[in-house]
């Protein structure tokens, strides 16, 4: 029996690394080096050595479109075409001219952008039914991964997500105000939300997904601000994944407060990891194997802080740090981030760089 539908994980996903040039020969391409070409659609980017904001551009909203993990800043537009990211290409992206400091090519400093395929920015129309918000849509089935643009109607609706499964990673963001980053995962319950820019403990809000669990056509939005409003340009972007056996995960584990820190099995060999304590106000702590090729995985990033590599609280090169396995990832440190209080729960996010077994029945390599 075929273990996983995804024997190349960089069809789907893929992590480059690049230096900026800021105002010197652009505009530069950046070609992926993965197995397979991949066109990106979602790109989201940081400089690794200073404190620039993280940013998140996107095929539906285009190229000239940015929003800021760490912040809550409305939605920024670059004015000249040949500014930041320039184009989606079909095997990685141009970045152009900085427009601000922390824009995609900014100084000289090394930058890390990591990339997920969609539908190559072709996108499919839902109309508002109802309560239910109408937008547009791009998906990409094998890869569990979904774009919808959408507009509010201010009261409980539904969103559909296009996906083969019911999503279990879901980040919303208004384009036109300040809202925060409301954002949903499989480990917190249908009556909580998690917040990408900020620090905080899981937070109770019933009215966030309308006290009920995405399902296989639909995630659920309720009449708060922060997935669903019709007043202050409720327009919304969001992100929404569903897990692919051997490529992509979303789930929990129990922290030990011990050196000796929980194994978690993904089924596959991660390429990109993201911790969140949902029990206490910690930092979203990013990994990825092209900044850490071998164990352990001590360069963090935060998706809620501006900070450099390992810099903030993010934790030094001996705190926050992680294994990352042929068949998933050892916590290796007792810190507050990834592993505190016994029994609190902390939310994960992994996608593939290879299969732990292949549709063929080929095991995956060790680091």
């Known amino acids: 029996m075929a273990y996983t539908t995804v024997d190349d994980p960089s069809e789907n996903f893929q992590t480059k690394l690049y230096v900026g040039t800021s105002g010197l020969s652009i505009p530069v391409t950046?070609?992926?080096?993965?197995?397979?070409?991949?066109?990106?659609?979602?790109?989201?980017?940081?400089?690794?050595?200073?404190?620039?904001?993280?940013?998140?551009?996107?095929?539906?909203?285009?190229?000239?479109?940015?929003?800021?993990s760490d912040g809550v800043n409305a939605e920024v537009t670059t004015a000249a075409a040949g500014n930041d990211i320039v184009s989606f290409d079909t095997d990685g992206f141009k970045v152009g001219a900085p427009s601000a400091s922390n824009s995609t090519n900014a100084g000289t400093t090394n930058k890390v952008a990591w990339q997920w395929k969609a539908n190559a920015g072709t996108t499919s129309s839902f109309t508002e039914s109802g309560n239910n918000p109408g937008g547009t849509r791009q998906t990409n089935s094998a890869g569990g991964f979904s774009i919808?643009?959408?507009?509010?109607?201010?009261?409980?609706?539904?969103?559909?997500?296009?996906?083969?499964?019911?999503?279990?990673?879901?980040i919303f963001k208004n384009r036109g105000t300040t809202n925060v980053w409301a954002t949903w995962h499989t480990a917190i319950g249908d009556d909580y939300k998690l917040i990408?820019?900020?620090?905080?403990?899981?937070d109770a809000d019933a009215s966030f997904m309308n006290s009920t669990l995405p399902d296989a056509t639909n995630i659920r939005v309720g009449d708060s601000g922060n997935p669903n409003t019709n007043a202050d340009a409720g327009t919304y972007i969001c992100y929404a994944w569903s897990p692919i056996k051997g490529y992509s995960k979303f789930g929990?584990?129990?922290?030990?407060?011990?050196a000796d820190g929980p194994f978690?099995?993904?089924?596959?060999?991660?390429?990109?990891?993201?911790?969140?304590?949902?029990?206490?106000?910690?930092?979203?702590?990013?990994?990825?194997?092209?900044?850490?090729?071998?164990?352990?995985?001590?360069?963090?990033?935060?998706?809620?802080?501006?900070?450099?590599e390992n810099g903030s609280d993010l934790g030094n090169t001996s705190q926050n740090n992680i294994d990352i396995l042929s068949n998933g990832f050892k916590v290796r440190t007792a810190n507050t981030d990834t592993n505190y209080n016994s029994g609190d729960i902390l939310a994960y996010m992994a996608f593939a760089e290879n299969p732990f077994v292949t549709s063929t029945g080929i095991p995956t390599t060790a680091r």
């Open 264 to 308: 978690i099995y993904t089924g596959f060999k991660p390429a990109w990891v993201m911790i969140k304590n949902t029990a206490q106000s910690t930092n979203w702590e990013m990994y990825d194997v092209k900044r850490n090729p071998g164990n352990v995985a001590n360069l963090k990033l935060g998706a809620n802080r501006d900070a450099a």
């Open 252 to 258: 929990r584990y129990y922290a030990n407060y011990s």
């Open 30 to 68: 950046h070609t992926n080096d993965g197995n397979s070409d991949l066109q990106p659609d979602l790109i989201w980017g940081k400089d690794r050595d200073t404190t620039y904001g993280h940013y998140l551009c996107d095929s539906s909203r285009g190229r000239s479109k940015y929003l800021y």
């Open 196 to 202: 990408l820019n900020a620090l905080d403990a899981k």
């Open 148 to 170: 919808i643009t959408y507009t509010g109607t201010g009261a409980p609706g539904n969103v559909p997500h296009g996906l083969p499964s019911a999503p279990e990673w879901i």
